[in-house]
């Protein structure tokens, strides 16, 4: 008998790392979206949350609406997404605004229809049989999943931690590095292990911070993101 595990049975299908972002139109807060029309243009974080006028999910878009900024510096397009109605996110986006006097500047989509929800793989049954997990997606600007988290109801995601990924990514990208742990920009990045007995060898000669042939780590420009 064979230990082999068919990844895709009695699952739902799950988006995975470097695959192209499942595309699809739907209605939102700010007219219609097509995800793909953001590739070649812009970054998406793409989150969902389990339902409107819920208080956990009101944290989120407020921490959402606090750094909408800094996610636009970085050329990212915001979108949330829920199985609600489009006038139930309309009267919560204007319920935060009355409660908190916080404006929601990103589309809301509309997913009663549960496409985008079947896509992505947001439905955790064991989790809740109807109400979307919180699920987040950072795509790029070549339309590519390149990070995701799926977190239960209970537990609102750190907005300011989703920034930091999009942020090290770009710098990933950009400089041909990897960040170290908990790297925000600013600090030094890790610079890519040799891959030869000879390029090893001489790896504690090119002006890295090196502890080891292995593990090197430099300074970037200080508008190295930008
Ligand atoms: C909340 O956002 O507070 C929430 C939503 C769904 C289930 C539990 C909590």
């Known amino acids: 008998m064979t230990n082999s595990i068919d990844v895709n049975a009695d699952f739902p299908r799950i988006p995975r790392i470097n695959e192209p972002a499942p595309d699809f139109e739907a209605n939102s807060t700010?007219?219609?979206?097509?995800?793909?029309?953001?590739?070649?243009?812009?970054?998406?974080?793409?989150?969902?949350?389990?339902?409107?006028?819920?208080?956990?999910?009101?944290?989120?878009?407020?921490?959402?609406?606090?750094?909408?900024?800094?996610?636009?510096?970085?050329?990212?397009?915001?979108?949330?997404?829920?199985?609600?109605?489009?006038?139930?996110?309309?009267?919560w986006i204007d319920n935060i605004k009355q409660n908190f006097d916080v404006s929601i500047p990103f589309p809301v989509i509309d997913d009663r229809a549960g496409q985008v929800a079947a896509k992505f793989g947001l439905i955790h049954p064991n989790e809740s049989q109807t109400a979307t997990v919180r699920a987040l997606f950072i795509i790029d600007d070549q339309g590519l999943i390149r990070a995701f988290i799926y977190y239960p109801l209970t537990t609102g995601r750190s907005v300011e931690e989703v920034l930091r990924v999009?942020?090290?990514?770009?710098?990933?990208?950009?400089?041909?590095?990897?960040?170290?742990?908990?790297?925000?920009?600013?600090?030094?990045?890790?610079?890519?292990?040799?891959?030869?007995?000879?390029?090893?060898?001489?790896?504690?000669?090119?002006g890295y911070d090196t502890v080891d042939w292995y593990f090197s780590k430099k300074s970037l420009p200080v508008d190295a993101v930008d």
Not at 41 to 58: M, R, S, Y
């Open 166 to 206: 999009v942020e090290a990514l770009q710098v990933a990208d950009k400089h041909k590095v990897a960040t170290p742990e908990g790297w925000k920009k600013g600090d030094k990045v890790i610079v890519p292990a040799p891959a030869t007995q000879a390029a090893a060898e001489i790896r504690h000669t090119e």
């Open 30 to 91: 700010q007219g219609p979206i097509k995800l793909s029309s953001y590739t070649g243009k812009k970054w998406v974080v793409l989150f969902a949350h389990p339902a409107d006028f819920t208080p956990v999910c009101t944290t989120e878009f407020i921490g959402f609406a606090k750094y909408a900024k800094d996610f636009e510096k970085l050329n990212v397009q915001l979108l949330g997404v829920s199985e609600d109605s489009n006038f139930s996110h309309l009267a």
